[in-house]
């Protein structure tokens, strides 16, 4: 990813007053859509979709 991903990531965290290992959460969900996957298959549902609501549809449990 780039350092503008990282940026990108950092502010709408931000706005969504999101702190801590989260971030972590949001990275991959960047890096999930730059690479334009059709899901993001995670035990952690509730906090992946929390990071990223734009791609909450694409956050699917085992």
């Known amino acids: 990813m ?3 991903d990282y940026l ?3 502010d709408q965290l931000t706005e969504l007053g999101i702190l801590g ?3 972590y959460d949001a990275l991959i969900l960047r890096a ?3 690479a334009k996957v059709d899901l993001v298959v995670t035990l952690n549902e ?3 979709r929390r990071v990223n609501p ?3 549809d ?4 085992p």
């Open 21 to 23: 290992g989260a971030t």
């Open 58 to 61: 694409k956050v699917v449990a």
């Open 46 to 48: 509730k906090d992946f």
């Open 2 to 4: 780039s350092s503008e």
């Open 32 to 34: 999930a859509e730059n």
């Open 54 to 56: 734009i791609l909450a």
């Open 8 to 10: 990108h990531v950092v």
